[in-house]
């Protein structure tokens, strides 16, 4: 489905005119947990949208993109917001699959709290999973504040209890039920709540122990310290104390109340909203980024006040075929009103440097037009968007994703947050000369619009090569570039290799061409020998007698460094030798600059054929944090890869970290064999180290 923008005043859009009815929420967990079905029965349930769509059918609000349903998960980030009781609810639905941790790190900046979804369906048998914990890392890295959504209780192997012991166990002892499901048979009818006693008389088994141990936990955070006091002399607490500590120890980012739902059914929704407005951090709660003057002068602490100078962030750009470039953006401080000009300053690279960052900063100054409100890919027009709102811009020709929107005469800089390193190369051609030019003028729009995607142009293998996060990515950049319009197909990367000499040599190089008209004559004789790796190539001149003229000692050099750019047969570039020219032959009036040149590139393939070349591959250094009963497997695998391992150390309890050099080529598609091998749960960077001679035994025939 395109984007569609809504324009006008009844646009139907939910406003928010005060950050503390506003909460941003988050949902975060693993793929097919329930998350996008989720949002979909809270906008149902609360009139956003007349009827639930399905994951099957393709026709709910967050998985618009064709590639989703294709693909039949989240493929990006999507808001939608709802209101309730007067609180504007934007929740943000977020890939669980690992190709869009990028994804769910936009979304955790764009929040101010998580809701972290799991399968009740799932994990009771097996326990978390550790592609699952990984996830709940990086919500307590950034200090998400999180309650627990045990999502699809409807299935008949739904199994509330052991499931909460499973998150207990994964996620420590701050993660305690806010209510128990009541059953009818089988069947989950309605959620008994814990602090409310309500339903009255319907207390499931194991309530008041589970409501004591609830409240234990949440005065243990409370910051009334009398409280606990109070509770311990059997004082009986007032259900709104509790409610209002609750929030508190939310905030912490220490307690995790878990609320049991089904999407299917209704049942937690009710109770869910309540948590979400009762129990949730506003943005006045949340602290702000850090934030800088745009010259890197320092600037005080911003907070949520709409009335604030304007801080606020392209948390994600989504370019679309009719509407353009659609910027969604996070206002942390003041008020992004339309039609204003605004700063954009950022760190990222994508402007003028063409790979990796190099921490640099951009910035311009650009005329906002309309300020919209996303219901997934609708865009509906507002007349403002306050501190601690969300909103979409359209048309921003500059901003890309994680620059800073502020006032254009109080320019400021938010610190970016950490964005995760693509490392599955895959090379793609135009399909025919005719979609060259849409190829590149689609690339240029997707790669500027998603950070986790890098574009290299290879000089070596002369391939584009598009660096993604997985094959999952992959295909919904690919799907994207053919939706521009650009046919393409991808094939095999291609490793830069490179050639130095086998031994040591004496050589001639003969241009003698005396037959008719103006004659060409130049004769060196040249001594090549290998170097060691990385020393690239010394030219050396011991001439003596002038028997090469001084003027054409130059010439020689020239000619070699052409033909060591141009290669031998297979054409890749010539290093590690030293050449010495040590004698050589001219004549008065048939040498030339171009003569010896000449000679100087014939001496380099003399050399070649007489004592046989060696071809050199890239050698990577990587680094790969891996859970500790991954360990074995993945070390095995390292050297059937021909790495070699130069150590191992303890990353944190249960996790090594891994160090080996290993050839660039068997890395290609390490991306994927690790994930698949560690079931998602390892990390790992590489780097360039050297070129190295490949091994008799490995040389392809
Ligand atoms: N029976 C039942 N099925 C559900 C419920 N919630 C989700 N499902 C199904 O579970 C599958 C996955 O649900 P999604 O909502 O796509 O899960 P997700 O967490 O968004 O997954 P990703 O987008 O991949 O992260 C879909 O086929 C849903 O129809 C529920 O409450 N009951
Ligand atoms: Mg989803």
């Given at each position: 489905m395109a984007v569609k923008a809504e324009t006008g005043q009844r646009s139907g859009a939910i406003v928010a005119q005060d950050p503390s009815r506003l909460r941003n929420v988050v949902l975060v967990g693993?793929?097919?947990?329930g998350k996008t079905t989720l949002v979909e029965a809270l906008l149902a349930s609360t009139g956003v949208i007349s009827r639930a769509g399905t994951i099957v059918d393709g026709s709910t609000v967050c998985d618009h993109d064709p590639a989703a349903v294709r693909q039949q998960r989240s493929v990006g980030l999507a808001v939608a917001p709802l209101q309730h009781d007067d609180v504007k609810i934007n929740l943000i639905d977020t890939p669980g699959y690992g190709d869009f941790v990028g994804e769910l790190r936009a979304g955790l900046r764009a929040a101010d709290a998580a809701l972290f979804v799991v399968n009740a369906a799932e994990g009771a048998d097996r326990g978390i999973d550790a592609a699952t914990i990984a996830q709940w890392e990086e919500c307590a890295a950034v200090g998400m504040p999180r309650a627990v959504v045990v999502a699809r209780v409807d299935h008949q192997r739904a199994d509330l209890e052991s499931e909460v012991a499973s998150c207990r166990e994964a996620f420590g002892s701050g993660v305690l039920p806010l209510y128990l499901p009541i059953r009818d048979g089988s069947d989950v009818t309605g959620l008994y709540g814990?602090?409310?006693?309500?339903?009255?008389?319907?207390?499931?088994?194991?309530a008041s122990a589970a409501r004591d141990e609830l409240i234990e936990g949440i005065i243990a955070e409370s910051e009334d310290e009398s409280l606990m006091e109070r509770y311990l002399e059997g004082e009986d607490l007032e259900t709104a104390t509790l409610i209002a500590d609750l929030e508190t120890a939310v905030s912490k980012g220490t307690f995790h109340p878990v609320i049991p739902v089904c999407s299917a059914t209704g049942v937690g929704l009710d109770e869910l909203l309540e948590l979400l407005v009762g129990g949730f951090p506003s943005p006045l709660e949340h602290p702000l980024p850090e934030v800088s003057s745009a010259d890197g002068a320092e600037h005080p602490a911003l907070s949520a006040d709409p009335a604030g100078p304007l801080a606020a962030e392209v948390v994600r750009t989504a370019a679309d075929a009719y509407v353009g470039r659609v910027s969604l953006v996070r206002v942390f401080s003041g008020t992004l009103l339309p039609e204003k000009t605004v700063h954009i300053t950022g760190h990222s690279a994508g402007h003028g440097a063409s790979n990796g960052s190099n921490g640099s900063t951009h910035k311009a100054d650009e005329r906002l037009a309309h300020i919209y409100s996303p219901l997934g890919a609708t865009l509906r027009e507002v007349q403002a968007c306050v501190a601690g709102d969300i909103c979409a811009l359209t048309k921003l020709g500059f901003a890309e994703t994680g620059d800073t929107v502020s006032a254009a005469d109080h320019p400021l800089l938010l610190e970016p947050w950490d964005q995760p390193d693509p490392l599955l190369p895959v090379a793609i051609v135009a399909h025919t000369r005719s979609d060259e030019d849409a190829l590149v003028r689609t690339l240029a729009k997707i790669v500027a619009a998603d950070p986790t995607l890098r574009l290299e142009r290879n000089s070596e293998t002369h391939q584009s090569v598009l660096w993604c996060m997985g094959e999952a990515h992959a295909d919904v950049v690919l799907s994207r570039l053919r939706a521009g319009g650009a046919e393409v197909d991808t094939e095999p990367v291609r490793v830069a290799l490179r050639e130095t000499l086998g031994k040591k040599a004496t050589v001639t190089g003969r241009h003698v061409k005396q037959s008719g008209g103006h004659g060409q004559f130049a004769i060196c004789h040249v001594e090549y020998e290998p170097l060691p790796r990385g020393s690239g190539f010394e030219f050396v001149s011991k001439v003596v007698g002038g028997t090469v003229p001084t003027q054409y000692i130059p010439s020689v050099e020239k000619g070699i460094r052409a033909q060591l750019e141009r290669g031998f047969t297979e054409g890749y570039p010539v290093v590690d030798i030293r050449a010495t020219l040590f004698d050589g032959k001219a004549h008065s009036v048939d040498s030339s600059d171009a003569a010896f040149q000449m000679a100087g590139s014939l001496s380099l393939k003399e050399a070649a054929a007489a004592c046989g070349t060696v071809k050199l591959e890239p050698m990577d250094e990587v680094a790969i944090r891996i859970p500790d009963d991954h360990l074995g497997a993945v070390l095995g695998d390292l050297s059937s890869r021909r790495g070699r391992v130069l150590g191992t150390d303890v990353?944190?309890?249960?996790r090594t970290v891994v160090r080996a050099e290993v050839p660039a080529a068997e890395l290609l598609r390490y991306a994927v064999d690790l994930r698949a091998m560690t079931s998602g749960t390892a990390q790992f960077t590489r780097q360039f180290l050297r070129y190295e001679a490949i091994p008799e035994h490995a040389r392809k025939a």
């Open positions: 693993p793929s097919g947990s814990l602090l409310s006693q309500t339903p009255e008389g319907q207390a499931p088994d194991g990353a944190s309890p249960g």
